[in-house]
């Protein structure tokens, strides 16, 4: 997978996991293209739990998805820990 088409899709999970999540996230392009990233390591990892076929880096419309899903993830955690923080 090239690396534009890492940050495309990692740009675009990013921005759909801030719209799932509620609450108000304060980030900007640069965070959320990271948080998509991150999220699709994140989800590519827990989609290989339930898959055995191919590789972890090959793209497959699926990838989408779990890289969504990694990116919610990611998000719910940052968030409770900001929450503990700051009590």
Aim: aromatic share 4%.
């Amino acid at each position: 997978m090239g690396i534009i088409t890492m940050i495309v899709i990692g740009l675009v999970a990013g921005l759909i996991a801030r719209a799932v999540v509620p609450g108000r996230q304060s980030m900007g392009a640069l965070a959320t293209m990271l948080l998509g990233i991150v999220g699709s390591f994140v989800g590519g990892l827990l989609g290989s739990l339930f898959s055995s076929d191919g590789n972890l880096m090959d793209l497959r419309p699926s990838g989408l998805l779990w890289s969504i899903i990694g990116a919610v993830v990611v998000l719910l955690l940052v968030g409770f820990a900001g929450k503990r923080r700051a009590v």
